[in-house]
């Protein structure tokens, strides 16, 4: 398994408190990725880093930030959590070498839910 | 813009009978395709991919998937199902150009009966 960790593995918060999920890679991966999967909608990518210091957004990144200050942490913030934010959060590394065609690797998931 | 259908939520087969999730794909250029599974409560692991090589792709655990561009499919196939094989399945074409951004299809839950 690639080492991927993700933590907190399960968290319950309220409406419009600020959350921060934190993803580790171990693997020296250049890329990471966080995805949110919800039923009936597979995965979808909320943002993703290329680099250190350097993120962008991906198709549903509205209410969520990153930062990345080290190759091996990417952080996702929830600035105020809504309801809406419920979700199961995956972070995923790959390593660049081969845009488009890199196999990505995921972690085991954070079980979010907002009351 | 690439996208990706599977076509079934959900397939339900006999323990030793052969197992068929169907993927199409829509893509303007060669595309990148992955199979993922998903046991309950786990991560995803990466079945197989396809990057323009060999059309016919050999994954873990006894699946297959065969590229074919005049019917825009990657169909996932296994001769035999195996209990184990009970999960979740996800079809997904790379975004090309895009550093490796994945589009992942809605997925398809797998049953295996006894």
């Known amino acids: 398994d690639a080492g991927i960790t993700q933590s907190p593995r399960h968290k319950v918060t309220e409406t419009g408190t600020p959350v921060t999920l934190r993803c580790h890679q171990t693997?020296?991966?250049?890329?990471m990725y966080w995805y949110r999967q919800d039923p009936g909608h597979g995965l979808r990518l909320i943002h993703y880093?290329?680099?250190?210091?350097?993120?962008d957004k991906g198709e549903v990144s509205d209410g969520y930030s990153v930062s990345r200050s080290k190759t091996e942490d990417f952080l996702l913030t929830l600035e105020s959590a809504t309801s809406s934010q419920t979700s199961v959060y995956f972070c995923?590394?790959?390593?660049?070498?081969?845009?488009?065609?890199?196999?990505?690797?995921f972690g085991p998931g954070t079980r979010l839910t907002v009351l | 813009a690439q996208s990706v259908t599977q076509l079934d939520s959900h397939v339900s087969v006999s323990e030793g009978t052969p197992v068929l999730l169907r993927c199409n794909y829509s893509?303007?250029?060669?595309?990148?395709l992955f199979w993922y599974v998903q046991h309950p409560n786990k991560g995803l692991q990466l079945l197989l991919k396809?990057?323009?090589?060999?059309?016919l792709v050999k994954g873990i655990n006894g699946f297959e998937a065969e590229f074919k561009k005049s019917e825009t499919s990657f169909h996932l196939t296994k001769p035999s199902a195996h209990m184990s094989d009970a999960a979740e399945y996800f079809c997904?074409?790379?975004?090309?150009?895009?550093?490796?951004?994945?589009?992942f299809g809605k997925g398809t839950k797998l049953s295996v009966k006894p």
């Open positions: 995923a590394i790959s390593d660049g070498t081969r845009a488009g065609t890199d196999t990505q690797y």
């Open positions: 693997e020296n991966h250049r890329y």
């Open positions: 880093s290329y680099g250190v210091k350097d993120t």
């Open positions: 893509s303007s250029y060669s595309p990148s």
């Open positions: 396809y990057t323009s090589a060999a059309t």
């Open positions: 997904v074409v790379s975004v090309r150009g895009s550093q490796g951004n994945l589009i």
